[in-house]
């Protein structure tokens, strides 16, 4: 385990890397970004009430030590913050005030588009009963829509109910920072692979979402991105280790079919080769590109490849718990520390808790299991990132300790997470990453059963001993590709991208809450770090001085939605 960013570790923090190269390969200064002007990190949404805030300094560092013993953090799937929360009240900049300026999208060439293009293979291109109504909605059955945002719909009008799980979007790392074009946001429709669909969100949230009648009773971020450009596998990283994974010698492997063709010598650049017969205009169909796009020109992870461990996308029949070595979708073992190192070396009890983990390791991840629980789990190799990394190797006392079934399903029978909940067995600090089927990803997932299920976790926890001492954040590791109209800070190369939703749902959190402070995924590890008093991992350290470069302020760590009594 190191604390380098390979192959250069990172200049201390009392210096600045000097040398260009190096500064673009450890951070540098994101093109993709836009400085938000929402005044200090620290801006709320209305003045405190009386109590202790993190702007006490001391006195609030005494009281979160005192107050808070758990904190867990709920991770789900690929939602941007429009699509699910476009016009909660009190926000900074709600949807309905947004301008065409600020929302019309524009062609491949720069140009305004006239209107969207259709739903490329439809909004639902698979047959779905959903509460006695069936559902496909094919690609010509909904008409050619104004360049603008829109609420989901049926063909006749009526509002896509969130069990309905639509097709999925393109959600990938330069897609992303050319979608977000400097801060404008009017490149998601060009860059994407489903056409209008960008554009849609739920707009019957305030009845029909669990989720936004917590983000109601208790805290709501509206100024909280996802940590890296792009998807689920980068932002996973990121989440545990501020940083995407490494592949030494990636040119002299399986995996150079990965590496990415980009315009220009710069291998931080972000804009990929296009193929010959790539479509001009976004009317015409989606973009085709020259190659994969996996791994940078200098051999970063950036895109979805499987871990060296089971479950992984392969199995070695000669080393039981192995992936295939030399398979080009594998990436070697990693070695950079991980928030469970910092925490381990503190002596703090932590474990990531991953739905249909077990099921996945017995090659049932994928299968109904019973007629009590006949849908598939859907279990996602690339959703659980410490399994990438050699200090968690089969066989390791840490694999063991932190890497946890968080068994399947709704019930504490069957699901871990909520048994030990009901115990009040959980560790001082634990990720739970749900199953496929309840992450609300789309393509795969509905919102509805994950918004279900995220409550009756919250339930669960408000029910057990441990809700007086607990903090929990709920978000989603990406956008999935949805459009958001919010301008992410200028950052580094690896982000932040697209605004996502977050929650803090606590005894302490600030109550029916709109936070305006800007925070990132990492923001997630400056809360654990402040609270057990840990050292910062490099990429948090690059992060924060990035930003304060660009924007003048470094992310916020989510105290600022706490208050003491």
């Known amino acids: 385990m190191t604390d380098q960013l390979p192959p250069a570790p990172p200049a201390p923090d009392d210096e600045t890397p000097s040398d260009p190269a190096r500064r673009r390969l450890l951070g540098g200064i994101a093109l993709a970004g836009a400085t938000l002007a929402v005044g200090p990190a620290q801006a709320t949404a209305c003045a405190p009430a009386p109590g202790i805030t993190a702007a006490d300094g001391a006195a609030f560092d005494a ?30 900049t709600p949807l309905s005030v947004v301008t065409p300026e600020q929302y019309r999208q524009r062609d491949r060439d720069g140009s305004v588009l006239a209107h969207l293009p259709p739903i490329w293979r439809g909004m639902v291109p698979h047959k779905q009963v959903v509460n006695h109504r069936t559902f496909e909605i094919d690609e010509g059955a909904i008409p050619s829509l104004p360049n ?22 393109l959600h990938a790392f330069y897609e992303n920072q050319r979608q977000i ?38 805290t709501l971020c509206d100024r909280f991105f996802m940590g890296a450009f792009g998807g ?53 169909g ?30 070695d029949p000669n080393r039981p718990g192995y992936a295939k070595a030399d398979d080009y979708n594998t990436l070697p073992p990693q070695g950079h520390a991980t928030i469970g190192d910092r925490l381990s070396a503190k002596g703090i009890d932590w474990a990531w808790y991953a739905g249909a ?48 079934d968080g068994g399947y399903g709704e019930t504490a029978r069957t699901n871990k997470l909520l048994a030990d ?35 009756q976790v919250v339930d669960a926890l408000k029910a057990s001993p441990l809700w007086p001492r607990t903090l929990l954040v709920i978000t989603v590791d990406e956008n999935g590709g949805w459009w958001d109209h919010v301008a992410p800070p200028r950052g580094d190369r690896w982000g932040p991208g697209t605004r996502i939703p977050a929650l803090v749902v606590s005894p302490h959190a600030k109550r029916g809450h709109v936070e305006h402070t800007v925070y990132d995924t990492g923001s997630i590890q400056r809360l654990i770090n402040r609270r057990f008093g840990l050292k910062p991992l490099p990429g948090i350290v690059l992060r924060d001085r990035a930003m304060r470069a660009a924007t003048g302020h470094a992310p916020g760590d989510l105290t600022e939605t706490l208050q003491f009594s």
């Not at 109910?161 to 097709?167: E, F, I, K, N, W």
């Open 63 to 92: 009281a979160l030590r005192e107050r808070i013993d758990h904190i867990v953090v709920i991770y789900a799937e690929n939602r941007s913050f429009n699509n699910l929360f476009a016009d909660f009240p009190g926000l900074a």
């Open 148 to 169: 603008a945002p829109f609420a989901l719909a049926t063909p006749d009008g009526l509002p896509l109910p969130h069990g309905v799980v639509t097709r999925d979007l």
């Open 181 to 218: 074009n400097g801060g404008r946001n009017d490149g998601f429709v060009a860059w994407g692979d489903s056409g209008a669909l960008v554009m849609g969100h739920y707009g019957d949230s305030a009845a029909n979402l669990r989720l936004w009648n917590l983000a109601r009773e208790y």
């Open 232 to 284: 689920s596998f980068l932002n996973h990283q990121y989440l545990v280790a501020a940083q995407p994974p490494y592949y030494p010698h990636a040119d002299r492997s399986p995996a150079k079919l990965h590496i990415v063709q980009l315009e220009g010598d710069d291998p931080a650049g972000t804009v990929r080769r296009l193929a010959a017969d790539s479509p001009a205009s976004a009317l015409q």
């Open 286 to 315: 989606k973009p085709k590109y020259a190659g994969p796009s996996a791994l940078t020109p200098d051999f970063w992870a950036v895109n979805t490849m499987g871990p060296a461990y089971s479950p992984a996308f392969t199995t």
């Open 357 to 404: 983990w077990q099921l996945a390791l017995d090659g049932r991840g994928d299968e109904g299991l019973s007629t009590e629980f006949p849908v598939s789990p859907n279990f996602q190799v690339h959703h659980q990132p410490l399994n990438y990394f050699q200090a968690f190797a089969p066989g390791t006392a840490a694999r063991s300790a932190h890497l946890r």
């Open 421 to 455: 909940i009901a115990a009040g067995t959980l560790p001082a600090v634990t990720f739970y990453k749900p199953q496929g089927d309840l992450n609300m990803h789309a393509g795969y997932s509905d919102v509805d059963a994950g918004d279900r299920h995220l409550a």
